[in-house]
């Protein structure tokens, strides 16, 4: 629809609403019909989204540890020659 209003706009210079284009295709057709048999080439059932397993994010502990990581003390020497 929004192709139709901008086109629509473009060719004619005048600023009309969708709504506006809405009511007058709504005068002549039956639009309840034309929704109803309506034919789409895909399944219309609403469903919620899985994302595949192969895409998953592997799962990351929400806890943090109790006590933070020390470094220990081989870490903190400092080798001199």
Known sequence: MIFVQ????????????SEVIWKYLDTIYDMDVLNENEDLPFSNKQSDFVLPNDYQIPSIPL???ATPATPTKSQNKSTKS
């Open 6 to 17: 901008e086109e629509f706009n473009r060719l004619t210079g005048q600023e009309v609403t």
């Open 63 to 65: 806890s943090l540890p």
